[in-house]
């Protein structure tokens, strides 16, 4: 079983739409959890990151940790044709230094 | 503006070759960090370096090779022994993680590609 899950798309919406993407962990021991935004060509970009349980929330971008089923999602709300990128999942665990990552998932927003 | 830089952006290697890709932070940042990008592969670990002088080898190290004799630079060389060297290599820098773990940063990328 794979560490941390990540459905790679191509996820296609309409401008406008809400988005949820997911990643799925296995290790309990994970307790930080992190959203990256990569363009074409580019490095990823931190989106978000937090710690616990909960939701946490940044203009379009809402970040969601449930612990219980080791699960985290991020909404991007009123979606924009900018927002066209691969979206990746980090996670780690309190003093390790190395990260996990999901594959990353793609998404197409189309004018 | 505080960053990582990465040179050159696209890279091209002949058969036997060693090449040198830079990594620069100016972040103040204690670990530093190179992955592989491959399409459908997500990232991978090559190295890591949390201290000057000191290094580890992550989850692909075979092939690949690195120093850190300064805070603000974590150079890599891919060496002849990398038979499918074709990729995106990012580098990446953080704070040494503490009671509540520290995202990464991370530059541009390089392209290398086999001549």
């Known amino acids: 079983q794979k560490e941390v899950e990540q459905d790679p798309g191509p996820l296609s919406v309409p401008e406008g739409a809400i988005v949820s993407l997911n990643c799925t962990y296995s290790?309990?021991?994970?307790?930080?959890f992190m959203w990256y935004r990569q363009y074409s060509r580019k490095g990823p970009e931190l989106l978000m990151y937090?710690?616990?349980?909960g939701n946490k929330e940044d203009g379009r971008f809402t970040a969601q940790v449930d612990k219980s089923s080791k699960y985290i999602s991020l909404f991007i709300r009123d979606s924009q044709p900018s927002d066209s990128a691969t979206y990746l999942c980090?996670?780690?665990?309190?003093?390790?230094?190395?990260?996990?990552f999901g594959k990353g998932t793609m998404l197409l927003v189309s004018p | 503006d505080g960053g990582i830089t990465q040179s050159p952006k696209y890279l091209f290697r002949k058969e036997g070759q060693n090449v040198t890709l830079s990594c620069e932070q100016n972040?103040?940042?204690?670990?530093m960090y190179w992955y592989r990008q491959d399409p459908g592969q997500g990232l991978r670990l090559i190295y890591y370096s949390q201290i000057v002088n000191d290094f580890q080898k992550g989850d692909i190290a075979e092939g690949y090779s690195v120093s850190r004799e300064k805070k603000e630079s974590f150079p890599l060389t891919v060496t002849s022994a990398q038979k499918n060297p074709t990729a995106f290599y990012l580098c990446?820098?953080?704070?040494?993680?503490?009671?509540?773990?520290?995202?990464?940063?991370f530059g541009d990328g390089t392209r290398l590609s086999i001549l």
């Open positions: 990446a820098s953080s704070i040494i993680p503490s009671t509540r773990g520290q995202p990464q940063h």
């Open positions: 937090t710690y616990s349980s």
């Open positions: 972040l103040n940042h204690d670990a």
């Open positions: 980090a996670i780690g665990a309190v003093g390790y230094s190395t990260l996990t």
């Open positions: 290790n309990s021991a994970f307790q930080y």
